[in-house]
């Protein structure tokens, strides 16, 4: 059955594949051998069943091998545990083996500890009892020296029974040195007492071994009683002191003070013959006697210069404070000042930092050459000298009285000023200075080498408030300088900000040439300017200085900007008479300008004489400004980008006055303004043998302003029809294109109303849109006017004056 379906099926097959014989002979050859390929999968088959039944018996063999294998390492466990518990047993029989064999050797350990100790304390109470009947007894007998010994000694065995103290005998023990102690204090100060007594003079002779031995006791004794010691004596030391300098003797006033220091430095030397070795060297006894000497010289020339402030002159309290610093440079070189600190004593008030260069006892020849150096406040440093710890011990006293100096200073200053005044009026201006810059006023120098010796000197008195006072009075002056030398010199124009007057109105009006600073008056004007710009600087400098003097609490007092200030009100205000005077220069010219027939110019020939006239004025000016500012640069570029904006606008303002102007006319025109623009340019070095190559913000000034001349220029020149193309070409050759510079150009081409009407429209539709803010800036321009404005319509005014005159 099985074959014939195969049949039917080959037979289906062939009917739809329809093979070719040569396709079915290949096929027939290939199943002929099918039969042995059938029977090696079958082998192959029985052969995998066969290692599959041997692998899972295999694996039932290793489960009963595991189980095995378990069980002996359990039993192997308890074995090893039971080994450990038999060992564990035996180490604790051996520990409670040796614990019994060395029970007694610790009780005999603890037996020898404590009988150590008892004999030991035993020692100890033995040695303080003795002692403290031996302390009593040479107390008695004021043996100090064996007391000094033995009184330490005891102090230190006491201390091994602080924890006995509730022990009878030894609380009674150390209350007996107490007591010891006590009286041996109060019979020491006794000694002291009959030795130096408070009252009378001292006793005959020299200092005892008994009171050098006393005073190793007293070491040792309650520290009280060491300063009481100290005290005594120094106030006893001193009494012939505050004697002979009572406030009513002659010697006690300022101008004597040397017989105060003198007096000190023979007490000194006396203490050191006499009792240099009584009194231990730690104790610092002639320090501690130079130091109270110090408080009480401070309390006692305070009281007297307030009771006599009247009498106080500046060269009194500067000698007094020359002679006072002096003798605190000699306590600095002699004591190191160790018992400042100390509590013994009144504390001194710790004396401000000094930041003085200047700390020696006599003035140097630096100093001294102050008042005769000229040049600015940045010399060299000097090193700076170690910190004086008695600085201002002394000296302190005289700081509520140093308005005295700050006075005089003030007046002098005031005197100085003056005196510069009536010298510039007796000298008159500088000569003209051609070869090295504009010179610098001599009384600049002059008045900054007499600030640099005050500050210096003041800054040796106190580095506090006076400072602060000195500043102030500087301040003060440099103003008056600015005011008075340099402000209140420089020449007056014609028409300043005080207005018009009418004689000058009547000169120009008759064509006389407008009124020029004469050689003399440039050349102050630059000395001005190069003065000012060294006081500027030097200022600085001064600021810095006086911070360095000053306190560090009061250097956020110390502030010149203010004066800086004015010193660079007082340049600008020199520049700007410079520029004014050369703009003035060139005003006739551009009024010539624009009066010209440009309509009826027939031809283009050279530069037009008005452009001559205003080359001519520059080629005077310029060069002399440049000269007498060689030595500032920088101001002299000020100057000519200043000039640059102020003529080219104004330039620009009559060219719009040229109207009307044919085609030839503003060719004639273009060919000025490319001439005024090339001198323009050369403005920096022109005149000078050596070439420099201009600033680039001038350079940038001049381009932008002379390019905007030309494009209109160019504008005007243009046909006006189409009139498309030629508003395109307008809004395309002005950047800042507008109808009122439109009309002004249609004006210029000399168009009629009604021509500039459509024009004007074109233009406003063809212009973009001003943003809103844009129109609001224009209208807020309009309400507030600007300066420029301002000067425009002092102009106008001025130019209807001279119609109507």
Not at 555 to 566: H, K, S, V
């Amino acid at each position: 059955m099985m074959e014939e379906e195969e049949l039917e099926f080959v037979e289906e097959l062939e009917a739809v594949l329809q093979l070719t014989p040569e396709v079915q002979l290949a096929i027939e050859q290939s199943l002929a051998n099918i039969d042995e390929v059938v029977n090696k999968i079958r082998l192959k088959i029985r052969r995998l069943d066969d290692n599959i039944r041997t692998v899972v018996r295999g694996q039932t063999n290793v489960g009963q091998d595991g189980r095995q294998a378990l069980e002996e390492a359990q039993k192997a466990i308890q074995q090893l545990f039971g080994k450990i518990k038999d060992i564990k047993d035996k180490a604790e029989k051996s520990e409670q083996m040796v614990k019994e064999i060395t029970r007694d050797i610790k009780q005999l350990d603890h037996a020898k500890r404590h009988l150590t100790t008892s004999i030991t304390t035993l020692n100890h109470l033995h040695m303080l009892a003795g002692g403290v009947d031996s302390l009593e007894a040479m107390t008695r007998r004021r043996q100090y020296g064996e007391v000094a010994n033995l009184l330490q000694g005891v102090m230190n065995v006491l201390e091994h029974f602080h924890k006995y103290m509730g022990i009878p005998q030894i609380r009674q023990l150390s209350e007996r040195v107490k007591a010891a102690q006590t009286e041996l204090g109060q019979q020491i100060l006794a000694d002291f007492e009959e030795a130096f007594p408070s009252q009378g003079s001292k006793r005959p002779g020299g200092p005892s071994n008994v009171l050098r031995d006393a005073c190793l006791v007293a070491n040792i004794l309650d520290p009280r009683i060491k300063q009481e010691i100290m005290k005594k004596f120094i106030k006893q030391h001193l009494s012939e002191y505050l004697v002979l300098f009572q406030e009513n003797q002659d010697v006690a006033w300022l101008d004597k003070i040397d017989r105060r220091y003198a007096w000190i430095k023979r007490q000194l030397v006396d203490y050191e013959e006499k009792y240099g070795r009584m009194f231990p060297r730690e104790w610092y006894m002639a320090e501690r006697i130079a130091v109270e000497f110090c408080h009480v010289t401070r309390t006692e020339l305070a009281k007297i210069m307030r009771t006599r402030a009247k009498e106080i002159e500046v060269k009194l309290l500067l000698f007094a404070i020359q002679r006072t610093t002096n003798f605190e440079g000699f306590l600095a070189k002699r004591f190191s000042g160790c018992t400042l600190t100390d509590g013994s004593l009144k504390k001194l008030e710790s004396p401000p930092t000094s930041t003085n260069p200047f700390l020696e006892d006599e003035p140097t020849p630096e100093m001294e050459e102050l008042a005769t150096e000229k040049g600015d406040l940045d010399q060299p440093k000097k090193p700076k000298a170690p910190d004086n710890p008695f600085h201002g011990i002394v000296s302190k006293c005289f700081e509520p009285h140093l308005y005295v100096y700050i006075e005089s200073q003030d007046k002098n200053l005031g005197e100085l000023i003056d005196r510069f005044v009536a010298d510039f009026k007796a000298q008159g201006p500088p000569k003209p200075n051609t070869d090295e810059g504009g010179a610098v006023l001599p009384s600049c120098a002059d008045l900054f080498v007499y600030y640099k010796k005050c500050m210096v000197q003041c800054s040796q008195l106190s580095t506090g408030e006076p400072m602060i006072a000195l500043t102030t009075i500087f301040q003060k002056y440099l103003r008056e300088y600015a005011w008075k030398i340099l402000s209140g010199n420089l020449p007056k124009t014609t028409t300043s900000s005080g207005g018009l007057t009418i004689s000058s109105l009547l000169k120009e009006k008759e064509g006389s040439e407008v009124a020029k600073f004469t050689l003399e008056e440039l050349c102050l004007i630059c000395s001005i300017l190069s003065t000012a710009e060294y006081c500027l600087a030097t200022t600085q400098q001064l600021e810095e200085k006086l911070k360095e003097k000053v306190d560090i609490s009061l250097i956020e007092r110390i502030n010149l900007t203010g004066e800086m200030d004015t010193f660079s009100t007082v340049i600008s205000s020199s520049i700007q008479l410079l520029v004014q005077d050369l703009d003035a220069a060139c005003d006739p010219a551009l009024t010539a300008m624009s009066k010209m027939q440009w309509q009826n110019v027939e031809h283009v020939g050279d530069q037009s004489p008005y452009v001559t006239s205003v080359i001519l004025h520059i080629k005077q000016n310029v060069p002399i400004i440049r000269d007498n500012l060689a030595s500032t640069r920088k101001y002299f570029t000020q100057f000519c980008i200043k000039f640059a904006n102020s003529f080219i606008p104004k330039f620009i303002t009559h060219l719009f006055k040229c109207k009307p102007i044919s085609m030839v006319g503003a060719e004639q025109l273009l060919l000025d303004t490319h001439s005024l623009k090339m001198v323009l340019l050369d403005l920096p070095s022109i005149g000078s043998q050596v070439v420099r190559k201009a600033p680039a913000s001038y350079t940038k000034i001049v381009v932008k302003g002379m390019t905007r001349a030309e494009m209109i220029l160019k504008v005007v020149m243009a046909p006006h029809e189409p009139l498309v193309v030629f508003v395109d070409n307008y809004i395309k050759l002005l950047t800042d294109c507008n109808t009122e510079t439109f009309q002004k150009i249609l004006d210029m081409k000399g168009l009629k109303r009604s021509e500039q009407s459509s024009m004007l429209e074109l233009l406003r539709q063809r212009l973009p849109a001003p943003p809103s803010g844009a129109e609001s800036a224009s209208s807020l321009s309009l309400m507030a006017p600007t300066p420029e404005q301002e000067s425009s319509r002092i102009r106008k005014l001025e130019k209807l004056i001279k119609k109507r005159l």
